[in-house]
């Protein structure tokens, strides 16, 4: 056999690891100091009570023989479509319910969608990103070419005529910068893409933490987006399902002609068989009204966070983004210091852990992630040190 060579392309990923090094040898040498970590990327308030209720009433019906439910349709049961369905009507989005494919989550649709794609295609990705995005074309040897996201254009890039592109990946509400592209500016990116018979593919896994109703939670609510885009949700940070996996990508008809439609359901009923009915049923609940007034309470707990630590960072001039519509607070590391000498410096000080913006891309160089995911109490006396630290 002959191993597929592009997997020596892939950068090793040692964001992580290094961080996770870091932190163990300072709290080794320093045992009495309390460490918090404002890095986190996952959620960590529990799943709310009728999503609980329904993964338990589903779980009973797997034990009784006229309800148990064997293999489901690849693609998602009806009854958690229509919900979605329902969810993109709420914000003035018309889908069909055979546009709408149920997931295990958005990072492996974000991965699998690649199997529609021909090999030559050139892939634009802005710069700092997701890595998922870089990682799963390098995987596959496609050319992967760089937008730059900077300062300059508050990390929102822009499409530029002069460069060819098939493939685009776009994130809005962004991770690492929790920048939020409006209405204006996306249709930018849907004219270029339509353009240039480019396909976007949006990552909307953050959507849920919009709250200004005149920004788009849905690349289709922008005028002729049918035509060009794929997009990504998930409920991972939506509501709390990070280790309960459900998620959904949309692929419209009108989409190169229904033909990316058809794709894809055939790529799903050949290398997937669905996610769990117990799962479903869960993820049915989060669209009830019940779940949407539980998942909007713990939403609002990890917004209230943000709002703490943007609070004491403009109290001190210093220079961030997101935050307001994202659970990520993107900024400038104060007096020059590089990503990981700011890493180091807050934890030998104060002993508050983020992410390095570096580890995202070129240009994260020198800016920092915090996320609003830890506690209230955590993240009031994570700003408290912050607060008499940067005075
Ligand atoms: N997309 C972005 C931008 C993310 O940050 C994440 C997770 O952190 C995902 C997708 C993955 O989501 P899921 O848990 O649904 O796989």
């Given amino acids: 056999m002959n191993i597929n060579t592009n997997y ?8 992580f690891s290094t961080i996770a090094k870091k932190v163990n040898e300072f709290a080794q040498k320093n045992p009495d100091k309390k460490i918090i970590k404002l890095g986190i990327g996952d959620v960590t308030l529990p799943l709310c009570k009728v999503v609980v209720e329904s993964l338990k009433k589903a779980s009973d019906e797997m034990g009784v ?5 064997g293999y489901g349709p690849e693609q998602g049961y009806e009854f958690l479509k229509s919900q979605i369905k329902e969810y993109y009507a709420s914000h003035k989005v018309g889908l069909e319910a055979d546009e709408i494919f149920i997931s295990d989550g958005a990072k492996s649709d974000l991965g699998n969608i690649l199997d529609l794609f021909s090999q030559d295609n050139t892939v634009l990705v802005p710069d700092p ?7 799963t074309n390098t995987m596959a040897g496609r050319k992967i070419i760089y937008i730059d996201a900077n300062a300059d254009n508050n990390f929102l890039p822009l499409p530029d005529d002069s460069v060819k592109a098939d493939i685009v990946y776009l994130c809005s509400p962004n991770n690492p910068t929790g920048a939020v592209y409006d209405k204006e500016q996306l249709k930018k990116w849907v004219d270029y893409a339509n353009k240039n018979g480019a396909v976007i593919l949006f990552d909307s896994a953050y959507e849920c933490f919009i709250t200004d109703s005149s920004l788009p939670r849905s690349i289709y609510e922008i005028e002729g987006a049918k035509t060009c885009a794929i997009e990504f949700c998930s409920l991972s940070k939506m509501a709390g399902f990070t280790g309960t996996r459900c998620g959904w990508t949309v692929v419209p008809k009108a989409l190169a002609d229904g033909v990316l439609n058809k794709m894809w359901l055939r790529r799903q009923t050949t290398k997937f068989n669905g996610v769990p009915y117990i799962i479903q049923r869960g993820a049915e609940a989060v669209f009830t009204s019940e779940g949407q007034k539980e998942i909007q309470e713990n939403l609002n707990y990890y917004k209230e966070n943000a709002k703490i630590i943007s609070d004491v960072l403009k109290k001190h001039n210093i220079w961030h983004i997101g935050g307001k519509h994202s659970p990520y607070i993107w900024l400038k590391c104060p007096n020059n210091m590089s990503s990981w000498e700011f890493f180091d410096y807050l934890l030998e000080n104060i002993q508050i852990v983020g992410t390095p913006g570096s580890g995202f891309g070129k240009n994260g160089e020198g800016y920092f992630r915090l996320t609003s995911f830890g506690s209230r109490e955590n993240t009031i006396e994570a700003v408290e040190r912050l607060d008499k630290f940067l005075d």
């Fill in 8 to 15: 020596q392309n892939i950068s090793d990923s040692y964001l």
């Fill in 65 to 69: 023989k006229e309800t148990f439910r």
């Fill in 129 to 135: 990103v997701y890595p998922v995005y870089v990682d």
